[in-house]
């Protein structure tokens, strides 16, 4: 009974290659095998095994292998690292930013690291991670500073995206150059001194 459920599962993944659920399968294997192997040794044919697809099934929906780790990578990211809205805006950015630090130290941060080194020589990669990573959650993160600015709880002068960039540099820094070790060193005192930095300038001054 068992094996028949699963070769009905693949069977259903290969009609319908854009399913949730084959989708799902092809996803995790292909994070599962980079994570075992290394993503630069990533093969179609080993995704496809792990996943219980075929080949062509993955060819649809995806042109290459970096194609798929993005989609992959990006999913989990998103999923374990949503843009947060509080009341504020400094909290809202600084939840945000202490669930990105914690994948930032995990597994993923190094897969990321090596997704952002690898775009710079590669648009097709560098267009994937903007578009379904950066763009994306950067227009969420510009909306809460407008929505601070409005409430009058940050400067009415203020660039959005150099707000942004000051509060998130300085941690694709040091993910993309960890100058104390191979590992991202990205504890939670170093975020919260960083949100305190980087909003004394930030933040409306009383009688101003």
């Known amino acids: 009974m068992r094996k028949n459920r699963i070769l009905e599962e693949v069977n259903n993944c290969v ?3 854009r399913d949730a659920r084959c989708t799902q399968k092809v996803l995790d294997a292909a994070l599962e095998l980079g994570t075992e192997t290394g993503f630069s040794d990533l093969t179609m044919e080993g995704i496809a095994a792990r996943a219980g697809v075929g080949k062509t099934t993955i060819y649809r929906r995806w042109s290459n292998i970096w ?4 989609d992959a990578l990006l999913a989990e990211a998103s999923h374990l690292a949503p843009v947060q ?3 504020t805006a400094r909290q809202s950015l ?3 930013m202490h669930l990105v630090a914690k994948i930032f130290r995990s597994k993923h941060g190094r897969t990321l690291r090596a997704l952002i080194g690898r775009a ?3 648009r097709g990669l560098r267009k994937e991670i903007t578009e379904h990573w950066l763009h994306v959650r ?3 993160s510009r909306e809460i500073i407008l929505q601070g600015i409005a409430s009058g709880e940050l400067r009415a002068d203020l660039d959005p995206d150099i707000a942004l960039d000051s509060l998130y540099g300085a941690m694709y820094y040091r993910l993309l150059l960890p100058y104390d070790g191979d590992d991202v060193k990205l504890p939670d005192a ?13 933040e409306k001054r009383k009688g101003k």
């Open 120 to 122: 710079q020589m590669d």
């Open 94 to 96: 600084s939840e945000t």
């Open 67 to 70: 194609a798929i780790v993005v």
């Open 190 to 202: 170093y975020v919260d001194a960083l949100v305190d930095a980087v909003f004394c300038g930030l």
């Open 15 to 17: 009609g319908r290659p």
């Open 85 to 87: 809205h509080r009341p």
């Open 138 to 140: 950067r227009q969420l």
